[in-house]
């Protein structure tokens, strides 16, 4: 009966040994397993940051050569493939992912965002009266341009101007039947219209549509952005603007803060290229003494004016010297005329 009994005894120990072992080689399993799970998933986090990091390297190389070359091309217009990735633009900087890039002097007016494996390039030299920059406009085919307005001075301008690269279209009123939904990504309004409207066609109620109202006036220059609320567009900030590129660049810009932030960047190179010219100035003088040449150069007043008019490059402060800017600029035009016709050399 003690051998039994030990049997048992010792039977049970085993079994409960044998419990205990396969419940530490279980927990040894979860933990390896859990281990190499993790061991993997880091390696293809890496991987796919690396992926991005490339990605993001490849798209900034491809964006600094269209950039680049449509700077030299001013006037031109292009369609060019990238490798498709989410782009956002602001002031100073464009954003591939986590990478960013300054865009140094270069003045570039663009949405927020560009989602497309196509970017749509646009230059204009932008003169007062002198160059100062190359504006470089920047979309893609997956943003729509609806123009909406009668004849005008304005439209005219701006239908003739627009590249056709751009998707847009052109209609006289906002109650247009065909007004339709093209499935497009973006769709931002351009009106020009006696004043700004306060709905867009319920049927492209999309989440991203933005507008701009621009006054048909040639003279009393000035736009508006519009914002879109739940029951249609409100007016967001008014603007006045000198000349045409400046009021391309509110058509592609659709962050108010965005552009007037760039039209600021583009005023300041205008004070810093109106500095030189006054140097050049100053250097011209002594060589034309006495001559009929030498009041083009001499104390120039007209550069000196410019100068301080732009000193101060807040979009309000220019605002409110935007018309002595305008005088300023058309003097030294006229300077200019006056230099050819006396066989001097021109001013610029």
Not at 30 to 50: D, H, R
Not at 128 to 157: A, E, M, Q
Not at 313 to 333: A, F, H, K, V
Not at 337 to 343: G, L, T
């Given at each position: 009966?003690?051998?039994?009994?030990?049997?048992?005894?010792?039977?049970?120990?085993?079994?409960?040994?044998?419990?205990?072992?396969?419940?530490?080689?279980?927990?040894?399993?979860?933990?390896?397993?859990?281990?190499?799970?993790?061991?993997?998933?880091?390696?293809?986090?890496?991987?796919?940051?690396?992926?991005?990091?490339?990605?993001?390297?490849?798209?900034?190389?491809?964006?600094?050569?269209?950039?680049?070359?449509?700077?030299?091309?001013?006037?031109?217009?292009?369609?060019?493939?990238?490798?498709?990735?989410?782009?956002?633009?602001?002031?100073?900087?464009?954003?591939?992912?986590?990478?960013?890039?300054?865009?140094?002097?270069?003045?570039?007016?663009?949405?927020?965002?560009?989602?497309?494996?196509?970017?749509?390039?646009?230059?204009?030299?932008?003169?007062?009266?002198?160059?100062?920059?190359?504006?470089?406009?920047?979309?893609?085919?997956?943003?729509?341009?609806?123009?909406?307005?009668?004849?005008?001075?304005?439209?005219?301008?701006?239908?003739?101007?627009?590249?056709?690269?751009?998707?847009?279209?052109?209609?006289?009123?906002?109650?247009?039947?065909?007004?339709?939904?093209?499935?497009?990504?973006?769709?931002?309004?351009?009106?020009?219209?006696?004043?700004?409207?306060?709905?867009?066609?319920?049927?492209?109620?999309?989440?991203?549509?933005?507008?701009?109202?621009?006054?048909?006036?040639?003279?009393?220059?000035?736009?508006?952005?519009?914002?879109?609320?739940?029951?249609?567009?409100s007016a967001s900030t008014e603007y006045a603007y000198a000349n045409d590129p400046i009021m391309f660049g509110a058509i592609f810009s659709d962050r108010t803060e965005t552009f007037r932030c760039v039209v600021e960047r583009a005023y300041k190179n205008l004070n810093i290229v109106a500095q030189v010219y006054q140097k050049k100035f100053n250097e011209l003088a002594p060589f034309y003494e006495g001559s009929a040449c030498e009041g083009f150069y001499k104390n120039n007043q007209d550069i000196s004016t410019l100068i301080s008019l732009t000193n101060k490059?807040?979009?309000?402060?220019?605002?409110?010297?935007?018309?002595?800017?305008?005088?300023?600029?058309?003097?030294?035009?006229?300077?200019?005329?006056?230099?050819?016709?006396?066989?001097?050399?021109?001013?610029?």
């Open positions: 009966m003690s051998k039994i009994k030990n049997y048992k005894s010792t039977k049970r120990r085993l079994y409960k040994k044998a419990q205990v072992e396969a419940q530490f080689n279980w927990i040894f399993i979860l933990i390896a397993g859990g281990l190499i799970l993790a061991f993997f998933s880091y390696v293809v986090i890496k991987q796919k940051a690396a992926s991005e990091i490339k990605l993001a390297g490849k798209i900034t190389k491809q964006l600094n050569t269209v950039l680049t070359g449509a700077k030299v091309s001013s006037g031109a217009t292009e369609l060019i493939p990238i490798s498709k990735a989410d782009i956002r633009f602001s002031c100073n900087d464009y954003y591939i992912g986590a990478a960013s890039q300054r865009l140094g002097n270069r003045v570039v007016f663009a949405p927020e965002f560009i989602n497309s494996d196509k970017i749509i390039t646009w230059a204009l030299d932008w003169n007062l009266p002198f160059k100062v920059n190359t504006f470089l406009y920047l979309t893609s085919p997956l943003t729509r341009y609806i123009v909406i307005g009668d004849s005008s001075t304005i439209l005219t301008k701006i239908n003739n101007s627009l590249p056709d690269t751009l998707n847009k279209d052109y209609f006289v009123d906002a109650s247009d039947p065909n007004i339709v939904d093209e499935d497009d990504e973006y769709v931002r309004f351009i009106y020009v219209t006696p004043s700004p409207p306060s709905h867009f066609p319920s049927n492209l109620n999309k989440e991203f549509v933005s507008g701009i109202w621009i006054s048909q006036s040639s003279v009393d220059k000035k736009m508006i952005f519009l914002k879109k609320t739940e029951s249609g567009f490059t807040d979009y309000n402060i220019i605002q409110s010297n935007l018309g002595s800017i305008m005088q300023t600029s058309n003097l030294l035009r006229e300077t200019n005329d006056k230099a050819e016709i006396n066989s001097c050399p021109l001013i610029y």
